[in-house]
């Protein structure tokens, strides 16, 4: 390889320590195993599941030789940031890169959200990704690491349909916990972003749209064929963008609040109102009244 091509080829992250939160499943699953791939020297994976966390942390090290730890907790939980950092920190030493992938979707609108869904949702949709990224900053600033932190929001924090209420709230705030966290901690060389996914095809959102919306088992099929690209996002191609913020490759963006999404925001016919059965908003309000 000449000199300008070495220096122009993909930067991974060799040597890295990166944390996942959501890391059981979906989008988190796909990101560990892709920074796995790209050379991380260790994946730290996050989440409630201890069979699936554990069959994820296998994986990692037996396909990819990378050393792979799972910390098991519910991030709602008031000291589970403090939890998972202290584990990192007693495995490791050292983070490099973290990604707030884990959420909450439980659905709710302006008529029928509650206190207890409010409160659950922001817990894990804002106050652990606050945390954890308070969390991993001091590990880096310890060491002297200049971090990545990537923060998943979505382009429901644009607003949302009617039945997001609180998960667009809490994806809305991620935004301005991005740029405020990524003012603070540049002069530290540490690099804080977010990426909005749009409808993405993963476990969690089959079990949504069956438990939420009444869908069949031809769901899948049918929304894929009136997306503009004919199809949902892969957790794959996502995951590409996630890892290209983390790495170098990335350079010193922070602060970017990122769609990755078949919409352009703000472009095409402006909103109007759209009928209730359009959204199904009748049956995710029955789905919500009946869950235990």
Known sequence: ??????????????????????????????????????????????????????????????????????????????????????????????????????????????????????????????????????????LMKREGIAGSIVNVGSVAGYGGEVFLLPYATSKGALHAMTRNAAFALMRDRIRVNLLNPGWMDTPAEDAIQRRYHGADDGWLEEAEARQPFGRLLDPAEVARGICFLLSDESGMMTGACLDFDQSVVGAGPGPKATPLDVWGLDAVQDAVKAKP
């Open 1 to 138: 390889m000449n000199a300008v091509r070495a220096e122009n080829a993909p930067i991974g992250l060799d040597g890295k320590v990166v944390v996942v939160t959501g890391g059981t499943q979906g989008l988190g699953a796909a990101t560990a195993r892709m920074a796995a791939d790209r050379g991380a020297a260790g994946v730290v994976v996050v989440g409630r599941d201890a069979v699936r966390g554990e069959q994820v942390a296998g994986a990692l090290e037996k396909e990819s030789g990378t050393e792979a730890l799972f910390v098991a907790v519910d991030l709602g939980d008031a000291d589970a940031a403090e939890r998972v950092m202290a584990a990192v920190d007693g495995r490791f030493g050292v983070v490099h890169g973290l990604v707030n992938a884990a959420a909450e979707t439980d659905r709710g609108s302006v008529w029928d959200t509650t206190a207890a869904l409010v409160d659950r949702l922001l817990a894990v949709n804002v106050r652990a990704p606050m945390l954890l990224m308070q969390g991993a900053a001091r």
